[in-house]
């Protein structure tokens, strides 16, 4: 056993890199539960995210519009699952299951022909000065536009939850859609674009996998970040700010423990992957354990189907 | 006289038989795998070698395959399918569809199945297996001489006797060309998860290693490796065009051969029940062309190691050689025989680390 051999200042670069999918993919899902609607289709999502993003990039040559149209792809996606759920009042669990499965499927048959591709690569900020200063340099510094991205998304649906007119009137939809609908508000027509708004952001997680992280495109490639996602939200307790802590957390389970195994560290591998779950029904427990911490948390529609009855 | 009339009589109908079937069906080849036929390493080359049937045998055979079949249940509907639907020889690409072949196997004896890496037989099953750690020998003595920085990274998948042998053949000889190497192995419990696959590559750069090599079906290792500026070496399958200059050479897996013989086997009727474990000599386990970063008198150590080892004069595991703990395990000039290599379960002296439960 060698800890001296873990750089921490790597460490803690390259758990900002892992986090950010999941990161992506949670902030996005925090907006569409906020707004009273549980979409377990995040999967789904990210991994048709990843592949047109994929596509898109490789065909322009440029990772930017391969970003832009994960973002749209995603979306479109979603638009089946909010079609489903919000017009037709289809049952949101089910169909959101089912979005995972058919966004696995349909990546796939796109995706058979980008097998064995690079993508372009997605350049790397590199601010001369600043990226050179000693361990907060390549923390804070060196890395590609969709890290900084991903933390601005954050504080962005933070402030907008928080401040603003916007914020309220969807948190008004996700606590109370009758109350919300009686005045005045378009509680389907909300909840749709917080849908749209989280099928784009899980899409973009996706296209930071196929496009930065790993970087190719691979069958199944997203393996569970969706849930890990949908873990995150849960866990932050609908919090933007506690998302970026979970996605820090959740995603630097792997990474540290592949540093530890790499460091002669004799962990069993599997406690470290489990343990996101575990603290996920932790936070659940605690959360339920008293009334009143639950109303505060939980957006009080969250699920439920909403029928305008006139 | 009339027994041996009767036995000529039934001969000459069933050789008329047999030609007047063949005349009017080919011969059906089925393949069955664990991953999809695009994930450039394991399954790419088992597809590659169903494809270098229907190059040979042309018309006389009709090949078909199902991708991605979890191991288990799945594999035993797509078996059972694949028979109801007059498939006469079957390959099933992967350790854990063992025991769907032997169930299915028992219900269609007029089926024959090829099971890869697995070690039960019957009179319809064969096994065959190529003895790749003949190429982690050669892989393990060029990683030795191109490390820097004495650390070795070996991205291993599950904790099994072929991925324990590979990381002992690549250590001994690791260690024979530069005795102060040392091996950072990190299990990822996949085949194939390119993810996890390139953040264990990361964290392995991280602690300074510049060569790696893996035992998961993915490229993405080598993607990473390119990327980080090291030296990887393919795996399964020649995996260049993602490291252009990282993979100093690949492991590929070369099946063709043994499946056009095989499957021939089936058309002349002479097809038995076997166990085939085959590597270098017979060009099952075949090297990708070294590359250009590799200095001349690496290349020609490398080569001389191969071309021992295919000459049959080599084998990886000769002694002196001890176990982990230190015990003796090989005296001076022995050589390990198939069955402890099949069942090995120990790391050699010098590895550092456990082997996880």
């Known amino acids: 056993m060698d800890l001296s051999t873990i750089n921490p200042v790597l460490l803690i670069a390259s758990l900002m890199v892992a986090a950010t999918p999941i990161m992506l993919a949670a902030i996005g899902e925090l907006v569409v539960e906020k707004a009273g609607v549980l979409n377990l289709g995040v999967e789904g999502m990210m991994i048709i995210g990843a592949i047109c993003g994929f596509a898109i990039a490789v065909e322009t040559g440029s990772p930017l519009l391969g970003f832009v149209a994960a973002a749209v792809a995603g979306a479109v996606l979603s638009l089946l699952f909010a079609f489903l759920t919000q017009i037709l009042l289809a049952n949101q669990v089910a169909s959101g299951l089912a979005l995972t499965l058919f966004g696995l499927g349909l990546s796939a048959l796109i995706g058979q022909s980008y097998a064995g591709i690079k993508p372009p690569p997605t350049p790397k900020i590199d601010i001369p000065l600043l990226s050179d200063i000693p361990i907060l340099g390549p923390i804070l510094f060196g890395h590609d536009l969709m890290v900084?991205?991903?933390?601005?998304?954050?504080?962005?649906?933070?402030?907008?939850?928080?401040?603003?007119?916007?914020?309220?009137?969807?948190?008004?939809?996700?606590?109370?859609?009758?109350?919300?609908?009686?005045?005045?508000?378009?509680?389907?027509?909300?909840?749709?674009?917080?849908?749209?708004?989280?099928?784009?952001?899980?899409?973009?997680?996706?296209?930071?996998?196929?496009?930065?992280?790993?970087?190719?495109?691979?069958?199944?490639?997203?393996?569970?970040?969706?849930?890990?996602?949908?873990?995150?939200v849960v866990f932050a307790s609908w919090k933007p700010w506690r998302v970026m802590l979970g996605a820090y957390l959740f995603g630097g389970v792997t990474v540290l423990q592949f540093n530890l195994q790499a460091a002669g560290v004799n962990i069993p591998v599997q406690y470290l992957a489990m343990s996101p779950y575990l603290v996920t029904i932790l936070v659940l427990v605690i959360m339920s354990s008293s009334k009143a911490r639950s109303a505060m948390n939980a957006p009080a529609a969250l699920g439920r189907i909403f029928h305008a009855t006139h | 006289m009339v027994s041996f009339k009767s036995i000529l009589t039934g001969a000459v109908l069933a050789l008329g038989l047999s030609t007047a079937a063949f005349a009017e069906e080919k011969l059906k080849v089925g393949f069955i795998y664990v991953g999809p036929t695009g994930d450039f390493g394991w399954t790419y080359q088992h597809d590659q070698g169903r494809q270098a049937i229907e190059k040979e045998l042309g018309d006389a055979v009709e090949t078909s395959f199902v991708e991605s079949v979890p191991e288990g249940a799945d594999a035993e509907r797509v078996l059972t399918q694949m028979a109801l639907s007059g498939t006469k020889l079957i390959y099933a690409t992967s350790f854990g569809y063992m025991d769907a072949v032997q169930n299915v196997a028992a219900k269609f004896p007029d089926v024959r199945f090829e099971h890869a890496t697995g070690y039960k037989q019957a009179d319809n099953v064969a096994t065959y297996s190529a003895r790749f750690y003949q190429g982690r020998a050669v892989i393990g003595t060029i990683a030795g001489r191109m490390t820097k920085t004495n650390k070795i990274g070996y991205i291993a998948s599950f904790p099994i006797p072929e991925v324990i042998r590979g990381i002992n053949s690549a250590y001994i000889h690791a260690k024979k060309v530069n005795p102060d190497v040392e091996f950072k192995v990190v299990w990822v419990y996949t085949w194939f998860d390119p993810a996890k696959e390139a953040d264990a590559a990361t964290a392995m750069i991280e602690q300074g290693v510049d060569v790696i090599m893996q035992h998961t079906d993915s490229p993405a290792a080598m993607t990473i490796a390119e990327e980080k500026g090291i030296y990887a070496f393919g795996q399964a399958s020649d995996m260049s065009k993602f490291g252009p200059h990282a993979q100093l050479t690949a492991i590929i897996d070369n099946w063709g051969p043994y499946y056009i013989e095989r499957t021939k086997a089936v058309m002349d009727g002479t097809w038995a029940s076997g166990n085939t474990w085959d590597g270098m000599k017979e060009g099952m386990v075949v090297l990708a062309p070294f590359s250009d970063a590799l200095p001349d008198d690496v290349k020609a150590e490398a080569q001389a190691l191969a071309d021992s080892m295919a000459a049959g004069t080599y084998h990886p595991f000769t002694g002196p050689l001890n176990k982990q703990d230190g015990s003796a395990w090989l005296a001076d000039g022995e050589v390990a025989d198939d069955g402890t290599l099949a069942g090995m379960d120990f790391y050699v002296e010098g590895i550092e680390g456990d082997i996880p439960k």
């Open chain 1, 148 to 232: 900084y991205f991903a933390i601005l998304l954050i504080a962005a649906v933070w402030a907008v939850l928080k401040y603003t007119r916007l914020g309220l009137i969807l948190r008004a939809v996700g606590e109370n859609h009758d109350a919300a609908h009686a005045l005045g508000y378009k509680v389907v027509r909300i909840r749709i674009l917080a849908i749209m708004f989280g099928g784009a952001c899980a899409g973009l997680g996706g296209a930071y996998l196929s496009l930065i992280r790993v970087p190719q495109w691979t069958e199944g490639m997203t393996a569970g970040a969706g849930w890990i996602a949908l873990a995150i």
